[in-house]
């Protein structure tokens, strides 16, 4: 093993999948590296230190070997540095977190770093955690397509308050929760947002349909209230 290729990566926990018999490859996106799939060895097996590392929706401090013939980074060791309980512990929360991931591994290739989008997702997941809104997903993938080269701020949307676009493009994730919620307008933002996201991925955010299917939530609502649905 080359100790060169030996790095601290801290990122966020996008997916995970099983990998043969007893290892797991989970898909990180991090700070300093971008989209990065790590190997976690062994860790299906009873007593693995590792595994709670390479649970989704984590940020983690990971020590990596990057390269080898797979592709794949492996990891060696690291520690958890926010696991989101308040997310985990809400079903709606937990589906947007996945849904924010699920946005983010469509839009970025393996190993092209952004700190910004970084960032972006970093403080999303903490306003889903501290003071959860119905607005997160949507401030978030409008933000991500601005990043991604494809932004929607100078759109005009029937039916939607240019004020409320403006917001959320650029309010301060702190004050998400003071906009005002409506269902009509929150179809048109969303349904608007899906299909930028489907035109660049060439594929629909499964995260987002699942999430609108969902009984009783207002993010669900609003997405179902999209023209001809």
């Known amino acids: 093993?080359?100790?060169?290729?030996?790095?601290?990566?801290?990122?966020?926990?996008?997916?995970?999948?099983?990998?043969?018999?007893?290892?797991?490859?989970?898909?990180?996106?991090?700070?300093?590296?971008?989209?990065?799939?790590?190997?976690?060895?062994?860790?299906?097996?009873?007593?693995?230190?590792?595994?709670?590392?390479c649970e989704p929706l984590n940020r983690v401090e990971l020590r990596i070997h990057l390269g080898g013939r797979s592709g794949h980074a492996k990891a060696i060791g690291g520690r958890i540095i926010e696991s989101f309980p308040g997310v985990r512990g809400d079903l709606r929360r937990t589906l947007e977190g996945l849904a924010l991931a699920e946005m983010l591994m469509s839009l970025t290739p393996d190993m092209s770093p952004n700190e910004d989008e970084y960032r972006l997702i970093v403080s999303a997941l903490e306003t889903l955690e501290a003071a959860p809104t119905p607005w997160v997903v949507a401030a978030f993938g409008?933000?991500?397509?601005?990043?991604?080269?494809?932004?929607?701020?100078?759109?005009?949307?029937?039916?939607?308050?240019?004020?409320?676009?403006?917001?959320?493009?650029?309010?301060?994730?702190?004050?998400?929760?003071?906009?005002?919620?409506?269902?009509?307008?929150?179809?048109?933002?969303?349904?608007?947002?899906?299909?930028?996201?489907?035109?660049?991925?060439?594929?629909?955010i499964r995260a987002l349909t699942f999430l609108a299917q969902a009984p009783g939530f207002e993010f669900g609502k609003a997405f179902a209230a999209k023209p001809g649905a």
Request: proline share 6%.
């Open 1 to 53: 093993m080359d100790s060169r290729a030996i790095v601290n990566a801290e990122g966020v926990v996008l997916s995970r999948t099983d990998w043969g018999e007893a290892d797991r490859l989970a898909t990180l996106y991090t700070e300093l590296h971008g989209r990065v799939p790590v190997r976690f060895v062994g860790v299906n097996r009873p007593r693995a230190k590792l595994r709670c590392l």
């Open 142 to 204: 409008l933000r991500l397509l601005g990043l991604a080269g494809v932004g929607l701020s100078k759109a005009v949307v029937p039916g939607v308050d240019p004020p409320l676009w403006e917001a959320l493009h650029a309010r301060p994730w702190e004050r998400l929760g003071g906009l005002p919620f409506e269902t009509a307008a929150a179809g048109r933002v969303l349904t608007l947002m899906h299909e930028a996201f489907e035109a660049q991925a060439g594929r629909e």
